[in-house]
């Protein structure tokens, strides 16, 4: 995958059937499909891919069993159902995860065993395990540093897990390899209009500052909480689709809370569901839901939200943190869609949402990362009865995405799949590149020239935060390893000292922002 060789493509290729905007999971999802199907797709991102809510989840491929207790089914059984879809379509990425839910009253064990057994039954033949009923040695077992204050026992489930900006990546690299264009760093400033119909866009290399005009069939908006910025943008009105909402993850090291399950509270003190889940070597706590009216690439935690979230884990962990335990924070906001006469976002439907404008934009919003391949196969089915473009049927349900492997392994280049074994080839013909970045983390410099080489970064930020997730693991350590990381990626790029420096610097201002301060 190299931006320059899509660049090219771009330059000769002045007209395609669908262009879709933005590169977090539905856009990508999107390109997959219509690539698939056989139209020729150009996917532009104005930043890097999954640089917004796309890279900040939970990391869980779940139907939402908070949902389940809203009798929203319809919504958990799609859910569930893609769910096994895409642990069987990229294993590399997506695992089964086991989680214990403890219980503290006699009745709730058989009280949400039930509703989870319900969320077991609707995965059908896609189901990851069964569920138990658990005494509280047996749920102690599972969670040693849970508190044992009230415990009378837990539910055992299982769910999914996955790294979301990675398999974002991967998406990226599907859609190229089904004959989609896909370029990052490219964003759409304006629109070509044939009256008042949409018949193209108005596309700006963000790095080289030129601008070109591409025609296209169908335009679809998939750009998350800056979708309304689009949409007024075409339709030439101030309607607004999205009511954003604000979620937090804490993430602290794995010793502080040890076991082998991830673990769920079905309801604190605001009524959501909190999870304490294992990731990599960390734990992440989260999250939260807090409607928020200014929007940014880069959303902050707020105080009360943290509170909250270390409070709960006090409460619950036998170990007490505080601020100085929490090695990360990250901060999404979730692209919901509005539900005139609702203001609380945590009761707002996570279902997604297409409309076809006056224009005829194509407008998506809402929707979770399990379901993306789903949104994205409704999109296109809209997206071609609302153009001139022939039905073809969509083929996705079953297609392996790229990396995929039903080789596992314990490296942490597993994430990989099929890539792995070329980044491991490079450090057996070059020694000198198993040098880590870090001295506390595995990766390693041969790992980095493959990122650089192979999957479109431009910034010191794409690939400590998005390739490799140290960012969101451990913001000191990732701190730590940008002047070396910033090194290998100037001399790879042809970028010059003074760039390198600007780099680092404009990475740990960044970083900065995960961390906490007292």
């Known amino acids: 995958m190299n931006r320059e060789e899509q660049l090219y493509i771009l330059s000769h290729e002045k007209e395609y059937d669908m262009i879709i905007i933005g590169g977090g999971a539905t856009g990508l999802g999107c390109a997959v499909d219509a690539a698939n199907r ?20 939970t990391k869980l491929v779940h139907g939402g069993v908070r949902y389940l207790a809203q009798g929203n089914i319809r919504l958990v059984k799609d859910g569930l ?18 989680f214990v839910m403890p219980s503290y009253k006699w009745w709730h064990k058989w009280f949400y ?12 033949e896609l189901s990851l395990g069964k569920t138990k009923m658990l005494t509280k040695k047996q749920t102690l077992q599972h969670l040693p540093d849970l508190s044992v204050d009230h415990i009378n026992g837990g539910v055992l489930y299982f769910d999914g897990q996955f790294d979301d900006s990675r398999l974002a990546v991967c998406l990226a690299q ?35 500052g030129k601008e070109i005009e591409i025609k296209a069939k169908v335009v679809i908006n998939a750009t998350g909480v800056f979708a309304d910025e689009l949409l007024q943008m075409a339709e030439g009105h101030s309607e607004q689709t999205i009511a954003p909402s604000q979620g937090i993850h804490l993430v602290v090291d794995r010793s502080i809370f040890r ?68 090695k990360s924070v990250f901060v999404g906001l979730r692209p919901l869609a509005k539900v005139n006469g609702v203001k609380k976002t945590k009761v707002m439907p996570r279902d997604h949402v297409i409309k076809v404008l006056p224009s005829g934009l194509v407008h998506v919003t809402g929707g979770k ?19 001139e473009l022939e039905f073809m049927p969509c083929t996705t349900r079953h297609l392996k995405i790229h990396g995929w492997t039903e080789d596992k392994n314990d490296s942490h280049l597993s994430v990989y ?35 650089i080489e192979n999957e479109m970064v431009e910034t010191l930020e794409d690939i400590l935060a998005r390739r490799l997730r140290l ?48």
């Open 81 to 98: 159902l893609e769910r096994g879809r895409l642990l069987q379509n990229a294993p590399h990425i997506c695992h089964t995860m086991s």
């Open 174 to 208: 599907t859609a190229i390899e089904q004959g989609a264009t896909v370029i990052n760093y490219c964003g759409v400033t304006g629109f070509l209009k044939n009256g008042s119909t949409i018949s193209g866009v108005i596309a700006k290399d963000e790095l080289s």
């Open 369 to 387: 990362w399990t379901s993306y391949r789903s949104m994205a196969k409704h999109t296109i089915n809209k997206a071609i009865q609302n153009s």
């Open 113 to 124: 065993g039930f509703g989870l057994w319900v969320y077991e039954f609707l995965s059908g």
């Open 417 to 451: 799949g099929t890539d792995a074994s070329a980044i491991t080839q490079m450090m057996v013909e070059n020694v000198s590149l198993c040098e880590k970045i870090h001295a506390s983390y595995p990766h390693t410099k041969a790992e980095i020239i493959w990122i």
């Open 259 to 326: 076991g082998d399950a991830g673990m769920m509270l079905p309801k604190t003190d605001d009524g959501r569901v909190l999870y304490f889940i294992p990731w990599k070597d960390k734990v992440i706590l989260g999250t939260t839901d807090t409607p928020v009216e200014h929007i940014s690439i880069e959303p902050k935690p707020l105080k009360e939200e943290v509170d909250f979230v270390i409070s709960h884990f006090n409460r619950y962990a036998s170990s007490k943190i505080n601020f100085e335990d929490v």
């Open 38 to 57: 056989g139209f020729r797709t150009l996917l532009l991102e104005k930043s890097d891919f999954a640089k917004g809510t796309s890279s900040r989840s």
């Open 471 to 518: 960012l969101f693991q451990d913001a000191k350590a990732a701190m730590e390893a940008a002047p070396l990381v910033a090194e290998i990626l100037a001399a790879q790029s042809g970028h010059t000292k003074q760039w390198e420096k600007e780099q680092v610097e404009t990475f740990n201002n960044l970083a900065k922002d995960y961390l906490l301060h007292s």
